[in-house]
């Protein structure tokens, strides 16, 4: 990639100390590095969890209260003394941060999902140093990215950035060996994550992610083309280190990505809301010949969705094909199923010919040549 955009993540645990304090030391010491990262010409957003944790702290809500109304009260408190810290830590340099604060929802979205990354890229176009953050005082269970680590991917997706640093507590992912783990320092491009031995140590003690949710992130940001590292938020100069590729951590090799934004905004931001069956021969004109998926090549549909929704595409033996925009709604797909195009032009007058238009389809990774 060619962007000179580069996602910071620092996670709770190393933000926010046992006291349920921020740890003012980490974040001037991370918003130096931010800083000498601009002077390099770089362009840094830094995705900061701690809101909640610290908000707790100076709640006293302690870390046994998880209702959804204390967590949005912690998040709400925490926050703002959040974004002070990170201010107070830039400003010594006359660098100006700006709060973002997202949902899901924002990106599953095409219309809010532009315009986050036009107000992002203006931001920097204008120096100014974004601290994006989930907006956990109004998202729900049905809202939320799971843990920022998924919200930073997300992130750098978006802005099509050109690394994404995830600093943590551990030093990067560590395998299980017959002995203690041991760090893995390179990961290629093309080898599965799933396939990586890794040591099970947990989720951290404050933040909701572990090295699954780093795992998850990593295969997102590097199926777009992003290189990934995971490292620790304590070390000095890890920051510059990472991005110059010297030995820090665990560097995760992107895999090729010549998709659109269109494509890579369907592929992870916008979430499926059903499913379309389809038989053998639509699955391999999709597949082999970039075909639009029309309704004679349909066997059924599966849940509730909307014509604009996006669903999944699978073939007979329930393996997926792809991702898809849906011209039709599940109903209209279901009273079409099978039919050949003049039939559907009898049944559904008004209806678009094609269930899914090439053009509004993504295959599944393992389909990606």
Known sequence: MSSNVVIVKIGSSTIVGEDGRL?????????????????????????????????????????????LPDLQAASAVGQSALMAE????????????????????????????????????????????PIVNENDTTATDELTFGDNDVLAAHVAVLLRARALLLLTDREGLLAQGDGAPSLIDQVPGDIELDALPLADLG???????????????????????????????????????????RPRGTRLAP??????????????????????????????????????LLPVGVVGSDGTFAAGDAVDVLDSSGRAVG????????????????????????????????????????????DVV
Request: net charge positive; proline share 2%.
């Open 23 to 67: 740890r003012e030391d980490v974040i001037r010491a991370r918003a130096a590095d931010v800083l000498a990262l601009r002077q390099e010409g770089h362009r840094p957003v830094v995705v900061s969890s701690g809101a909640t944790a610290s908000g707790r702290g100076r709640l006293g809500l302690g870390q046994h209260r998880t209702a």
């Open 86 to 129: 990170w201010d107070a830590a830039l400003g010594i340099d006359g660098v100006v941060a700006a709060q973002v604060l997202l949902t899901s929802h924002d990106l599953e979205r095409r219309a809010s999902y532009l315009n986050a990354r036009t107000t992002l890229l203006r931001l920097l176009d204008l120096g100014v140093v």
């Open 203 to 245: 989720a951290s003690r404050t933040g909701r992610g572990g090295m699954l949710s780093k795992l998850a992130a990593a295969e997102m940001a590097r199926s777009a083309g992003i290189t990934c590292v995971v490292a620790s938020a304590l070390e000095d100069g890890v920051v510059q280190d990472a991005l110059a590729g």
């Open 255 to 292: 895999a090729p990505s010549g998709e659109s934004g269109f494509k890579l905004w369907l592929r992870h931001a916008k979430p499926s809301r059903g499913a379309v069956r389809v038989d053998d021969g639509a699955a391999t004109a999709m597949r082999q010949s970039g075909r639009s």
């Open 323 to 366: 991702k898809g925009i849906a011209s039709l709604s599940a109903e209209e797909v279901r009273a079409v199923a099978g039919l050949r195009s003049e039939q559907v032009r009898r049944q559904l007058p008004d209806a678009s010919g094609e269930v899914i238009h090439r053009d509004r389809f993504v295959l599944a990774r393992d």
